[in-house]
């Protein structure tokens, strides 16, 4: 498995600011993705992080909300754009070596709390 | 349209005993299967899977039973410590398709010393 790192571990945001979260992997991998676990749910995949081209997002997400970088293949960034009380979650990146590699691992997620 | 059903919410066992955690799928696309255990506070960890080629894969104190005609898949822990405290997420995917998981709600086990 990998060492995934996250940044921040937490932040407390004011409503209508933006926050970037970072994500870095201590290896290459081909898939990055980011996931959203709402208070008391299960985790949403959010979109998947391609390197040199447009995150591909899921049904209910869309880029001006959450735009996503991935400029090589270590590292990735979500940001959470014009934040609302609603958008309080914990941010979760996870890696998977190749396509054809069913297992993802996690990194320790970044827990966000919007006022 | 949950694909993915944990439908125990929590889950209750004395250390040493076996602990059962049970997940139910709807999509038959779905052709890999994952547990994951969280702490609070901390990300999801890889804890086993199994592929819909077999019905059975185990590793140390946990097995991963599937059944594919019932479209259920069970995590058996045994024996239980309280170690194992935590919440369990079962996730599917399709192989080879976009990597994306389908999570459940997960369950909280809680293992009584």
């Known amino acids: ?115 | 349209d949950q694909q993915v059903k944990q439908n125990s919410p929590s889950l209750s066992v004395q250390e040493g005993r076996i602990s059962i955690l049970n997940c139910d799928y709807t999509n038959s696309m779905f052709d890999y299967f994952l547990w994951y255990k969280k702490y609070p506070a901390e990300g999801p960890t890889f804890l086993i899977s199994i592929s819909s080629i077999k019905d059975k894969n185990e590793d140390g104190r946990f097995t991963v039973f599937l059944n594919k005609s019932a479209k259920h898949l069970s995590l058996h822990i045994v024996p239980s410590q309280p170690g194992d405290s935590a919440v369990y997420f079962c996730a599917a995917s399709v192989t080879g398709n976009t990597g994306k998981l389908i999570f459940g709600q997960g369950t909280t086990l809680q293992v009584k010393p």
């Not at chain 1, 921040?8 to 201590?26: E, K, M």
């Not at chain 1, 880029?63 to 958008?87: A, C, G, H, Q, Y």
């Open chain 1, 1 to 115: 498995s990998a060492v995934i790192s996250q940044k921040p571990s937490r932040d407390i945001c004011q409503r209508g600011t933006s926050l970037t979260i970072q994500c870095q992997v201590d290896s290459q991998v081909t898939m990055m993705f980011w996931y959203r676990q709402q208070p008391g749910q299960s985790l949403t995949l959010i979109a998947t992080a391609n390197q040199g081209s447009e995150a591909t997002y899921e049904s209910g997400f869309v880029i001006d909300k959450f735009p996503i970088s991935r400029p090589n293949l270590t590292f990735s960034t979500l940001t959470v754009s014009n934040m609302s009380p609603e958008d309080s979650s914990i941010y979760l990146c996870s890696v998977q070596r190749a396509l054809e590699y069913n297992e993802q691992f996690f990194g320790p997620g970044t827990r966000l709390t919007v006022l």
